[in-house]
């Protein structure tokens, strides 16, 4: 009989059960085991897992993070999934410790290795089980993933193609893409499904999603460089060089599938296009600040109100600095914004605004 835990039977039967259902919500676990749901903020905050602090966004481009289970009993496994509407690929995630002690592994290659090889063993056993059996599997990939000035992680790769036991069955045939990655002692495994008759159809979104899951690994390593970015805006804001920081955030936030800026939306913008009407470089110079003050709690995993706060401040305290060094930035909407901002509640003040203007019809 094949025991494993239940965060891993959850991660596995994902992969066989889920894979080819459109729409399935997460298979739950059964009544007896002992863990806890992965709580997911209702603003759409990113999930951070907390042992390792990587960051899973609950939409990671068009799919979206359905939730997950974390079980108290197997180690601290962790098993999450993102689906996309009307979609047949999905994506699972399992993060669990690693045992080897990596410092004095020679190599940590082989350690990676063998995990992948083991939860394939494991997810062919288990499609047995389902009905399934194996048809193909590739030669294992070796790589590592590149963190920057944080060196490289190990990243072992590997397809796996299942088909159905009996003849003739209803089932699709199934292909999935595993992968292990060693990060910060533990096990990031992904297992990306898509019935086999769609991999054509479907290749260029399932390789961005995972690149994008591969990015979520990364993401923590580009933080503090993205940290130093802010602060080179924040020391010279109202020149050259600090408005290029400004606007390199701006572009890593449309780049990347985990970082956004928290913006006020309609209710900040109205305001903008009123000065940019008589000023349109004081309107970007005060646009550049509110990004830059929100992108700074964001990347530090602050809240949205935090978030909304702290790009008021900044914001409100470059027009003090305009008003000073070029000319006065005159506006009724960032008047008022000063006053609740100076009493703290900023964002309560911008959220109030949003709510009061109406939906395009």
Same mark, same amino acid.
């Given at each position: ?18 894979? !080819?259902?459109?729409?399935? $919500? ?34 990671l481009g068009?799919? /979206?993070?359905?939730?997950? %289970?974390?079980?108290k009993r ?23 410790? !690693? ?29 047995? $089980?389902?009905? +399934? ?21 190990? *990243? ?26 060693? +990060?910060?002692?533990? %096990?990031?495994?992904? =297992? ?12 260029? &979104? ?5 690149? =994008?899951?591969?990015? !979520?690994?990364? +993401?923590?390593?580009l933080v ?11 020391? &010279? ?6 408005? /290029? ?5 701006? /572009? *890593? ?6 970082? &956004?800026?928290? %913006? ?5 913008? /109205?305001?903008? $296009? ?6 349109? $470089? ?7 600040? *509110? ?57 309560? *003040?911008?959220? &109030? ?9």
């Amino acid at each position: 009989m094949l025991c494993l835990p239940t965060a891993r039977i959850c991660f596995l039967a994902l992969g066989l059960i889920v894979s !080819c259902s459109l729409g399935a $919500d997460v298979p739950k676990p059964s009544t007896d085991s002992k863990g806890d749901w992965v709580k997911l903020s209702k603003d759409g905050i990113p999930w951070t897992h907390p042992d390792t602090g990587l960051i899973f966004p609950q939409m990671l481009g068009d799919f /979206a993070l359905q939730g997950g %289970y974390r079980d108290k009993r197997a180690n601290s496994e962790l098993a999450i999934t993102y689906t996309k509407k009307e979609s047949n690929i999905k994506a699972d995630v399992l993060i669990s410790p !690693c045992k080897e002690n990596l410092a004095t592994t020679p190599d940590v290659m082989a350690v990676a290795r063998k995990e992948l090889e083991k939860l394939a063993a494991d997810l062919t056993v288990l499609a047995g $089980d389902r009905g +399934y059996k194996e048809q193909h599997r590739s030669p294992v990939s070796d790589g590592k993933l590149p963190l920057w000035e944080k060196g490289e992680i190990p *990243f072992i790769s590997m397809t796996l193609g299942l088909v159905p036991s009996a003849a003739g069955a209803s089932q699709p045939a199934i292909n999935q893409w595993l992968a292990v990655l060693l +990060y910060r002692d533990h %096990y990031v495994q992904f =297992n990306v499904i898509m019935p086999s008759d769609s991999i054509q159809k479907n290749k260029a &979104e399932a390789d961005q999603l995972i690149t =994008n899951l591969l990015q !979520c690994v990364r +993401y923590p390593a580009l933080v503090p460089e993205m940290l130093k970015i802010c602060r080179s805006y924040l020391d &010279e804001p109202l020149t050259d060089s600090g408005r /290029a920081s400004a606007d390199a955030l701006t /572009a *890593f936030s449309k780049e990347s599938p985990i970082f &956004e800026i928290i %913006y006020p939306g309609e209710a900040l913008t /109205a305001a903008l $296009d009123e000065i940019s009407a008589r000023s349109k $470089d004081a309107a970007l110079e005060l646009l550049r600040a *509110f990004t830059v003050g929100s992108g700074v709690v964001t990347l530090q995993n602050g809240t949205a109100d935090e978030s909304l706060e702290e790009g008021a401040r900044i914001m409100l305290g470059l027009r003090e600095m305009m008003k000073e060094r070029t000319a006065p930035v005159e506006s009724d909407f960032l008047d008022e914004l000063a006053k609740a901002s100076d009493a703290k509640r900023g964002a309560a *003040f911008l959220r &109030e605004k949003m709510r009061a203007i109406p939906p395009a019809p």
